[in-house]
Each structure stands twice: as C-alpha cells, then as structure tokens.
C-alpha cells in the first residue's frame, strides 16, 4: 500500500514562512507528478504545486506564484513545499498527492496524504 505523510503545518503569522514535507513509502508504483493541494473551510480543494517527479519541473497556481516553491528529493522519496511570505488566505489543509495526471486536477492524482492545518493569522 502507498502511503503519504504531511508534516510541517502549524500556526505562522501573515508574512512569515513554513516548510511542509510529504514522505512517500509503501510499494514502489510509476507515477509521473507529485503535487500539493489545499482546501480552505467551506471550499474546494484546490491546486497549489506540482513536481515532475523525473525531470523536476515545477507549476503554480496563481496564487502562490513567487511566494511558494516545490521540490523533491528522489533519495528520500520527500517532496517539499516552501511557502514564504505567507498571507491569511494561505490559510487551508495542505495535502500531498501523487499520479499522472492532469497534474493540476484532483482526478489525475491516485494517492493522497491525510493533510497538514497550515494557520496563518493577521
């Protein structure tokens, strides 16, 4: 069984940064992207970023563009999302996901972390 572990949410005021980090174990399966998603309360749950897991070629939502960064390190099966100057609206529950695609889709995802609260107050 895949499974994906989120680490690194809490509580953070506006401006300031956070680390979150998804541990992928289990089985070893192909999958082309890894990505994060959010879902604020009372609402979607939407794209954040996403990495080719290959090639390392990243894409952002509007949104965090400039703000967050995506990376991944191969060795530790370990993807991360840097987030800096982060605002109220970041607030929401971060989740790690992984598939083929569409990488900007819930449908192209096949695994999916538990999520980590990411609290931003003003």
């Known amino acids: 069984q895949v499974q994906l572990v989120e680490s690194g949410g809490g509580l953070v005021q506006a401006g300031g940064s956070l680390r979150l980090s998804c541990v992928l174990s289990g089985r070893t399966f192909s999958r082309v992207y890894m990505a994060w998603f959010r879902q604020a309360p009372g609402k979607e749950r939407e794209f954040v970023a996403a990495?080719?897991?290959?090639?390392?070629?990243?894409v952002y939502a509007d949104s965090v563009k400039g703000r967050f960064t995506i990376s991944r390190d191969n060795a530790k099966n370990t993807v991360y999302l840097q987030m800096n100057s982060l605002k109220p609206e970041d607030t929401a529950v971060y989740y790690c996901?992984?598939?083929?695609?569409?990488?900007?889709?819930?449908?192209?995802?096949?695994?999916w972390g538990k999520g980590t609260l990411v609290t931003v107050s003003s």
């Open positions: 990495i080719s897991w290959s090639f390392g070629t990243q």
């Open positions: 996901a992984a598939g083929n695609g569409p990488r900007e889709k819930t449908y192209g995802m096949d695994y």
